[in-house]
């Protein structure tokens, strides 16, 4: 059975899907939000500072919601010009080598954001005109990330199991020749 097929994959897969969707609408908001600020600054003269205090925050936690779904869709770029060259093997292993060094580098990339969100939560960090907090948005930004981490490191299960089923020699006989 497919890794992707088993019961905690499927719920990582609706998971993704939600988290997307839910940056989605949090990107849709914040674009009507940012159209109400334009026509409030034109026809009032009064900005609404949420928006402006608030709008790259918010752009981050939603931008970080589609990490998940872009792992686990495998929608990151690839260089496939080799797998004409080399044995197909070969092209599974150096996907299943990319894949880890994803991998790697979000574990690495999540982890960071955890010591920033730790540091702006120390320093009191607060918006420029409304005062409010800058860490909570961090800290769901990196949340984001390391579930980025975990969808990245099912694909690699799955990438490592289709390169040991295509090791394992077929048990039984091939009689296509025949």
Known sequence: MSVLNSVPARFIRHLANG???????LLMGFAVATLLDGSSRSLFNNPIDIVRDLGGMIV???LASFIPLAFLER????VTF??????PQVGRLLALFAAFVTLAFMTVFAWQFLQ????????GEVTPMLGYPRAPFWF?????LWIAVVVQFVVVLELLGDTRRERRPSPLPDHTAD
């Open 75 to 78: 929608a990151n770029i690839e």
């Open 140 to 144: 769901v930004i990196d949340g984001l």
């Open 19 to 25: 988290l997307a969707g839910a940056g989605v609408v």
């Open 82 to 87: 080799i797998d004409g060259i080399v044995p």
């Open 116 to 123: 920033n969100a730790r540091n702006f939560q120390a320093a």
């Open 60 to 62: 981050g936690v939603s």
